[in-house]
């Protein structure tokens, strides 16, 4: 069960050149996406309306795919305009075409009814490209895990201090209450760790002392799946907003894309400040080790993931830490539920919460 | 869906040896030929009728065949003839057991109602063995894909210039119209190019100018998925039937079985005249080109394979061009129906196709 | 279908120390097994009651184990006891434990009902450590097959001739008779092949000659599908119990326990007398041959198996040979029946058994 009519990262902006065509499966759809001589990027089912052969075994042409089994060629709009030996088209040669938004160098798809797509609904990731921050694109997991197993580790805080111990977690995290709000589509999350023992992480790379101040401030978008970290670690006492050059603020932005009800797309980054100009390749040193954290949550979800595939997600007991993913999860079902009873656009969704 | 009662090419006969026991699926249906003392070849389900051991485990004896879980020895015919321990044989201990008939260097097997059986309805391939015409035996490909795509493959033309390019087709051959003739249980496609490049396969092998006549005749049957190419690549201007010697004629043969719905065996030969004797080797450099393009096909057809089965066969639009294809499909159809509702011999089947 | 309410051989005492945790399918449940600080083990479904991350990532405290996930810790009784920042510890938050015993370097686990775990129920294996007796522990197979055809295999003869004529059979084995006794839950077998060539691995390791007497004694137990095999091989006419030091007595022992429908775990072990003090390493050259047998069974198995799972088991003819397998699934069934039944208990069974 996926959110259709919303918005989805479907690549970072590199995946797609002007060369090879690009498919990757996209709530269960198989996608092709190719960037047309115009620079414009266009998403087609990846699948022939002729004979259901691959586009994306074809061969861009102009702003045109031409499928080269038998040789249609199709606009990014999906009508087929050239079919070699025949001189009328029937007009029902056309493929499913998506609309795509190239924005902060993330390519977004809409996959559900295109007369909603509005690209004013699109997530803001302008740390990607700015002189603030400082960020490696490009980070992307393959997730063996359906996107609501990833979901819940995000909006969790307890598993810092167990999977996280040896990265970017503390032990004292455990017994942390964090803050949750309930926003339109979207859950927040305050999760402040005070005076306590700075996270390995935040040791190998700051001029920090050994006791911080941690402010974590999570906002999660349930459409889009769409989750943004503002953290801040300070000597203590300095306050989030009038904290020393040398506490260590971190953007983390991570984007889940179904890509079938048991896989996941994660695409990912880390922007900073720059809270420690003398160390040299902080970017890279930073990415690494928030790679290395995701890659601890990875090994649990997919575990997880195995464990329910095996038997079934019957069974779970919720703890008060739960909080927040039930919010999420139960807003997500709602908004699921009104967009199959064809409820659809964003004022109908939200007069139903403000009712509910 | 497969039609059960008509011949199927099993194997090449070198496969078959009176060592090694040879065990292949064959529409469904895991088959162990072995080849008797007295140099006939039995087939019988690869299943002890007894705790249902694989006889492909077992070894051959005389002209029968011995289970060497249990020690149960079975004729060609698939009754036991042998039980250790045991004075009298129950005549349920039986396997069951397929005709089989070797010609021209094919071994052809028939997996429905044995009483139906008829060797005169084995398709003709002399050119595997006679002085006229030069091959290589022995042409086998696996392929992961149902044996209608494969087939519809066979009956299109337009592919030829966009799939078979650099090959054995040329752009020229996409605005060909075929023509398409309907026979009993078969269809023949005549496809003509004149005046026109020469493929690139010509180029390599003949000594023919860059200008030539191709005449293309297919011939499908739907009856043992058997199809014969007649090719005959001329100067321009001389006719089939008079070009000089240096005209290259080829006579592809290629029998489809179905392994299963979803995987097929692609046995093929390709045999020539004798049109360059200046060319050293040129059986073996004919063959690799063939080959070379049925890969190209293959490449195309596993993937749209995979494309349906991540989807379905729906949405499929027809263009002129599926004109052969659609026939043959009907064809077989037909033919399945009227086995499923018991119509079964050959002579019924003609009825049916007159009525219609 | 698996009878649940008895002991099944889960693991070597080895297998599981004080340090890793143990993880293994049991009747088509995951258990992780872990030895505590006391040296005693505790078995708990593989899967956190929580969010279902499996306990097998997770970490030994004391006698405990904690999930690595969200940091619940949970008692060898399936108890959580311990939830990081909550107080109370809601009483739902339990782990399904099973009851384990060890005895004799077994691990036996019971997945049925607790309530009825009895462990005077074990069988006896005493000879894993005693005087008389000499043997390799740790003897384990993976089965790609379902357990029942294994049983057919232990209760059957006439395979030794064909199967394993190259290490423990001989082809005058086919002929043989055997006997075969009902017990209650159990079946009995004797199977003497008298005056006869020794078998190609009595040959190797005994000082015995050419022609012997092989008595072999079978006693398969429905419940727990636990097999023992008395095995005496010794100069014609001496007799089982008066044979002379030379004559090679073997105890093997084997334990069937479902890992799924179509998979096994296979304990086993070789015991024997001391029937050639010369020779060096008898243990594990016996051991050696008595594996080599049994991966002979296994090959033609598991491609008994893969045949039945590519059509089905329908269609198998009984013969002779076959009696003391039919009597042994039988009882499995009855009693299957009589668990899904609800007559549970040993008494409700036995009382079955005595009326049919």
Redo the contacts between chains.
């Keep these: 069960m996926f959110l259709k009519n919303c918005w989805y990262v479907a690549a970072w902006d590199a995946e797609i050149d002007a060369v090879e065509l690009f498919s990757r499966k996209i709530l269960g759809v198989?996608v092709v996406f190719f960037r047309g001589a115009d620079g414009k990027i266009g998403a087609l089912e990846?699948?022939c309306?002729?004979?259901?052969?691959?586009l994306s075994?074809g061969r861009r042409e102009g702003n045109c795919l031409r499928c080269?089994?038998?040789?249609l060629l199709f606009q990014a709009d999906g009508r087929c305009v050239e079919?070699?030996?025949?001189e009328r088209i029937?007009d029902?040669?056309r493929v499913r075409s998506f609309p795509v938004v190239e924005r902060d160098h993330f390519v977004w798809v809409w996959m559900g009814d295109p007369s909603l797509a509005d690209s004013p609904l699109i997530h803001d990731s302008h740390w990607h490209d700015c002189e603030d921050w400082k960020a490696e694109r490009g980070g992307y997991m393959h997730y063996e895990a359906n996107f609501e197993l990833i979901a819940?580790n995000l909006l969790?805080f307890?598993?810092l201090?167990?999977?996280h111990r040896n990265t970017i977690g503390s032990s004292r995290q455990?017994?942390?209450?964090p803050v949750v709000e309930r926003l339109e589509n979207a859950v927040r999350i305050k999760y402040f760790t005070l005076d306590s023992p700075a996270p390995p992480f935040a040791r190998k790379l700051t001029t920090l002392p050994e006791m911080v101040d941690r402010f974590q401030t999570y906002t999660w978008n349930v459409k889009s799946n769409y989750f943004v970290q503002d953290s801040v670690i300070a000597s203590v006492g300095e306050g989030i907003d009038t904290a020393s050059k040398n506490a260590m603020r971190v953007h983390t932005t991570i984007a889940l894309t179904p890509e079938t009800e048991h896989t996941t797309h994660y695409f990912w980054s880390a922007a900073h400040s720059d809270f420690n100009p003398a160390l040299e390749g902080i970017t890279r040193l930073l990415t690494e080790q928030v790679e290395a954290a995701f890659e601890e949550d990875r090994?649990?979800i997919e575990?997880?993931q195995?464990?329910?595939s095996?038997?079934s997600?019957e069974?779970?007991?919720?703890?008060?830490?739960d909080a927040a993913l039930m919010q999420a999860r139960w807003m997500l079902r709602n908004l699921i539920r009104q967009e199959t009873a064809g409820l659809g656009g964003r004022s109908a969704a939200s007069t139903e919460l403000e009712r509910a």
């Design positions: 198989q990846d699948k309306c002729h004979r259901l052969a691959p075994h080269m089994y038998h040789g079919a070699p030996g025949q029937n029902k040669l819940d969790d307890s598993h201090a167990f999977v455990a017994e942390v209450k090994m649990m575990a997880q195995r464990t329910i095996a038997s997600e069974g779970m007991v919720a703890i008060p830490g």
